[in-house]
């Protein structure tokens, strides 16, 4: 069954500081990983798209890796903000593009 | 402009009643889709659009009826619905279907079904 995961389910850390993101899915074929921000009551926003071949991929202070061979992905962020307090959900779309995948969110709330 | 629009922002209805979500995009873009989202969770696929046919529906009631009538206007119709059915309703677009391609997200409408 196609499934991803995602952890920690909330994470709380102060201003300043870095986190990373966890996402473990089975989707198989796969075609790409994407990682969104949603703010309370907004609609997601996107915030990088992975391919099978790339490892790495940055959209400023947020940088996500894939390992395709272990069906792994994170999501590091770098010197967090108090706007970076939001849900961060990773969805994975197979090869035939009719299947999105979401994963259940972290919710992360950045204090000062 | 990578703006996708929706309206209206809330809406009450009664379960007896026919209402609808309407979203609009001038990016050109040829998917178009539909979740809805309950609160604390992530959003679940209802309907996908590509080319203004419907390419997906994922098993969603009858009492929501999609409409594609161009490339830049996607409708949700309403009908009977229940109180469960109550939720906020994304619309989001993408250059295409197939490969990654960014998909951008309206602010969504927010629905109460008494």
């Known amino acids: 069954k196609n499934q991803v995961e995602q952890s920690p389910q909330s994470l709380i850390i102060l201003e300043g500081k870095n986190c990373t993101l966890q996402?473990?899915?089975?989707?198989?074929?796969?075609?790409?990983l994407r990682w969104y921000k949603q703010d309370t009551g907004r609609g997601p926003v996107s915030l990088t798209i992975?391919?099978?071949?790339?490892n790495t991929k940055s959209n400023g202070r947020y940088t996500a890796t894939l390992d395709a061979d272990t069906k792994q992905s994170s999501l590091h962020i770098t010197a967090s903000q108090l706007s970076d307090s939001a849900s961060y959900i990773c969805v994975v779309i197979d090869n035939y593009g009719q299947n999105f995948v979401f994963g259940p969110g972290t919710r992360l709330s950045v204090l000062p | 402009d990578t703006e996708v629009t929706q309206t209206p922002k809330h809406l009450v209805m009664g379960m007896t009643n026919k209402k609808s979500l309407k979203c609009e995009q001038h990016m050109g873009h040829r998917a178009m889709y539909w979740y809805k989202q309950k609160a604390k969770k992530p959003p679940e696929l209802m309907f996908v659009?590509?080319?203004?046919?419907?390419?997906i529906n994922e098993s969603v009631p009858s009492r929501f009826s999609p409409e594609c009538p161009n490339s830049s206007l996607l409708n949700l119709h309403l009908h009977a619905l229940q109180p469960e059915d109550s939720a906020l309703y994304l619309c989001?677009?993408?250059?295409?279907?197939?490969?990654?391609?960014?998909?951008?997200f309206g602010p969504g409408t927010r629905l109460t079904v008494l």
């Open positions: 989001a677009s993408s250059q295409a279907l197939w490969g990654p391609d960014t998909q951008y």
């Open positions: 996402c473990n899915y089975t989707v198989s074929p796969f075609s790409n």
């Open positions: 992975m391919t099978f071949s790339e």
């Open positions: 659009y590509s080319y203004e046919k419907l390419s």
